[in-house]
């Protein structure tokens, strides 16, 4: 069965990540920090799994992100970070990633996905932000969800786990809100 996982911000290549963030604990060197990103990573997606990475993949060159790609398992949708932007959509899909954005997505109605944190959320909106960018720093703001591989000490979390944590369960949380119910028209496929 086929699962969804979120990871962002494992700057394969970027040394100075090692040394800025609480990976200084685990590793030393660049080539020390890509095994054990690919080795967590892999031993949590399978081959048919889809990860949304959240940004901030690589400091590397076509031919480096191309082969760092396919020691990850999984299909890999990215959107785009703050040190992916200058190259183009189709740099990425050459480079083996099956989707790529530059932009915020939104998945299961609910869940915002984006590299940087919303900053507009609050509790009289029913969203969820799934995020990276901040590394170490997470927020109080319980409606965001920190992705960034110093949070998920490398492993990718299951859009599962993240889902559970919320008491989403379809259209009801809006009791039944004519505006918001399942079979209004604006929300039928």
Known sequence: MQRFYHISDTHFNHKNVIQF???KNQMKEVKEMEDIIVERWNSVVKKDD???HHGDFAFAGFDE?????????GRIFLILGNHDSK???QWY??????????HTIIVD??????????????DSMPYVNIHGHTHDECYK?????NVSWEVLNGYPISFDEIKARFNFEGYDTFNNDERHNSDSPQYQE
């Open 21 to 23: 963030t609480s990976r």
């Open 141 to 145: 703001n319980p409606q965001r969800v």
């Open 93 to 102: 899909l050459d480079a083996g990633f099956h989707k790529v954005s530059y």
């Open 87 to 89: 190259k183009s959509t």
């Open 109 to 122: 109605h609910f869940f915002i996905l984006s590299h940087i944190p919303i900053v507009f959320l609050n």
């Open 65 to 73: 992100t191309k082969r760092l790609v396919k020691r990850l398992n």
């Open 50 to 52: 889809v990860v949304y």
